[in-house]
DNA sequence: GCTAAACCCTGTAATCGTTACAGGGTCAAG
DNA sequence: CTTGACCCTGTAACGATTACAGGGTTTAGC
């Protein structure tokens, strides 16, 4: 396995958006990266490990800024392991919340849609849900 | 009951803040706006009502392009309301897709938190999940 | 050796809805 | 006549991504 990727090969293997690994670069996840002398940049496996490691992280929801501290942690293997775990249940309690919230949205626009019985806009029960005052 | 408000008596009767309110005049949702001598927005309680109609539509989690759409339907009550219907039932999809997907998330997350039995982050399972090849 | 395609670079602007300014005008009560 | 609470416009920020424009480099085929 080669050792130095171009930014193209990283997106391929990670399948992550060119632009997407320079705007992590640029918001200070990756550390330092290497440049040809064109000013390409060549990336390590290690470099490709940790932008596999970024989109693993954007695929369970995580920001950007929480995943940064995952790195961090990740970087100091010394480090407490009840800090990622602090993380990550925070990220889990918000998530819960969130896919409540949107469960009772859910429920609601169902009714909503159950109640339609066809016939023109003005009495179309959709419609006049939303002009009620709540 | 009065019929006409200032922006900000509008903010306070809707729960919308006045920036909003001003966006969603720039974005083409309210009617032109009637305007005092000093160039003060005055609303009718009917513009009162069609911001109340749009702060609905958010909390349902449509988005400013729906709401919009709904509201032509509104202004049209001849049309048909198969249109609502189908406006409602295709966010409704989506929102259940979305859930689940979120769903997903946690449940996946919800496993990583479990694993995790403390010590050093070098053996934690959250950061070894995240550094794994998918 | 030349040309075209496929790369790479930087920098800027767009998306979406909302919030937060800056810099200024108006109006009421004290 | 000053203070504070309003109002105005315009611009920028948020977060993550996408999409340019305008330019340089490399690679393959001819």
Redesign the pocket.
């Known amino acids: 396995m080669r050792n130095f990727f171009?930014?193209?090969?990283v997106a391929t293997l990670t399948g992550c958006?060119?632009?997407?690994i320079?705007?992590y670069e640029k918001q200070g996840l990756l550390p330092k990266v290497q440049r040809?002398?064109?000013?390409?940049?060549f990336y390590s496996s290690q470099a490709v490990e940790r932008i596999g490691f970024i989109r693993h992280g954007?695929a369970l929801g995580l920001?950007?800024?929480t995943i940064q501290e995952l790195l961090n942690l990740s970087d100091n293997p010394d480090a407490d392991c009840a800090a990622a775990d602090a993380i990550a249940s925070r990220h889990l309690m918000a998530l819960e919340q969130r896919i409540q919230s949107l469960q009772a949205l859910a429920d609601e626009l169902r009714q909503l849609v159950q109640q339609c019985r066809g016939g023109s806009t003005a009495e179309c029960q959709i419609i006049q849900a939303l002009h009620q005052q709540q």
Chains 1, 2 share one sequence.
């Not at 958006?17 to 997407?20: A, D, I, M, Y």
């Open positions: 171009r930014i193209g090969e958006s060119v632009e997407s320079r705007h040809s002398e064109q000013g390409y940049r954007r920001d950007l800024n």
